[in-house]
């Protein structure tokens, strides 16, 4: 069935010329979407500076752009997060690579702060309709091992955020840095619609029935079933606090780095940006086990959080290195478990929109928080205002982790 007649929702039919891939291929399709989506969404973050610097933009400027895509990303995840239910993965994921390539266009030529938000704005539309679309595609093709599918997606989710810095800062270094860079993403993008389009694509988990087929894609208010519910409570405010700190690294942090590194090396910066995200992908692959993973998580998570204004005040490159481990390595160890305890308690058919439930309170993580910490950087500095914001986070994961003891304590061996 081709992609059009997929969108169409259209019954599906013979394919003679299709491409039936093998279940690795698929698997390896529906990681690399996500994560190369996630790696354009980040490759700004070192040339930040240099884009403030030819825009003339201010540091509230800066995270109102950032914030744009998360945004983007939020709205897409309420309105077509169970889109790919219903008109496939395959189509769904078609879709979210041709926005990328219209917003990493837009982000290419962007002459103002109206232009940079459009561009972002798009990243931000595609990576939603990948995330539950790619997360549930996971889980349609490893149905028996559904925490490996949630592996999975955290690690291409993780992976991908992380290693967008590293490959910005690498190719800034080229000629036209605030443009090439976007450029040579586009000619990547544009590659991997090959395979997808080729794709024996596998029928919609939930086709549309009657003669409005339409009405199945319209907005629906976030549901969990009653099972979930404490599952997803609990991951939803794990993520929430994770992606306030991811959001901190891939926006002002750059800046804030440059200061403590004593460098302005755009690849250096992009390393240090991403050394909260590489650490968590780093621990979906060691994935610790036990009772306590939650609790030992976000304790590590806190210290780790905590010790940032402290690396700034010493000026210590080694601290600052090592809070941003320990802050990643944490959060991975938490948000996989409570993340994989949503994923096998809700049903496979509600996968996809459960899971984009979740993301949209985890990345209003990445707003809110955020936009706050710019607008107090304009008034009080960066300094001050990181300060603050770190050791808020650094406490809030304290007491969470103190919650997830009691709970494991006074819970079922």
């Not at 103002?112 to 889980?139: E, H, I, K, M, Y």
């Not at 403590?260 to 995200?277: C, E, F, K, N």
């Not at 496979?348 to 706050?372: E, K, M, N, R």
Request: hydrophobic share 55%.
């Amino acid at each position: 069935m081709s992609v059009i007649n997929e969108l169409r929702m259209r019954p599906a039919t013979a394919e003679r010329r299709s491409w039936d891939a093998s279940l690795a291929v698929r698997l390896g399709l529906a990681v690399t979407v996500i994560s190369t989506l996630l790696i354009g969404a980040n490759l700004a973050t070192p040339i930040y500076p240099l884009i403030q610097e030819d825009l003339g933009l201010t540091p509230f400027a800066v995270t109102v752009a950032f914030a744009s895509y998360v945004l983007a990303l939020i709205t897409g995840l309420v309105l077509a997060g169970h889109w790919s239910d219903h008109i496939g993965r395959r189509a769904a994921l078609v879709v979210a690579v041709v926005l990328g390539l219209l917003g990493a266009a837009l982000f290419a030529v962007a002459t103002s702060l109206p232009v940079l938000a459009a561009g972002r704005v798009l990243q931000g539309a595609a990576v939603a309709l990948a995330t539950g679309a790619s997360a549930a595609a996971l889980r349609d093709l490893l149905p028996s091992r559904p925490e490996w599918a949630s592996r999975f997606t955290l690690m291409a989710s993780a992976g991908g955020v992380a290693a967008g810095p590293v490959i910005g800062g690498l190719l800034s270094l080229l000629p036209a840095p605030t443009r090439t860079p976007f450029v040579i993403y586009l000619g990547v993008l544009a590659t991997l619609l090959i395979p997808l389009v080729l794709l024996r694509a596998r029928p919609a988990v939930k086709p549309p029935a009657g003669d409005n087929p339409l009405a199945v894609l319209r907005p629906r208010r976030p549901a969990v079933s009653a099972e979930a519910r404490r599952a997803f409570w609990t991951a939803s405010s794990v993520g929430f606090l994770s992606f306030a700190v991811f959001g901190f690294t891939l926006s002002l942090a750059p800046t804030w780095f440059a200061d403590i590194a004593g460098t302005q090396s755009r690849p250096l910066i992009g390393l240090l940006a991403a050394l909260v995200l590489g650490s968590s992908a780093v621990s979906q692959l060691l994935s610790p086990r036990g009772r306590f993973v939650v609790p030992v998580g976000l304790a590590g998570m806190a210290i780790g959080v905590g010790l940032l204004p402290a690396a700034q005040s010493t000026g210590s490159l080694p601290l600052l290195v090592g809070a941003c481990m320990g802050a990643g390595f944490g959060q991975g160890m938490a948000f996989r478990v409570v993340f994989n305890e949503v994923s096998v308690r809700v049903d496979p058919a509600h996968h996809a929109q459960t899971v984009s439930a979740v993301y949209v309170i985890t990345y209003l993580g990445s707003a809110v928080p955020v936009l706050g910490l710019g607008a107090a950087a304009g008034i009080w500095g960066l300094t001050a205002s990181v300060t603050v914001f770190a050791l808020l986070v650094a406490a809030v994961c304290a007491v969470l982790a103190v919650v997830s003891l009691a709970v494991r304590l006074g819970g079922p061996r």
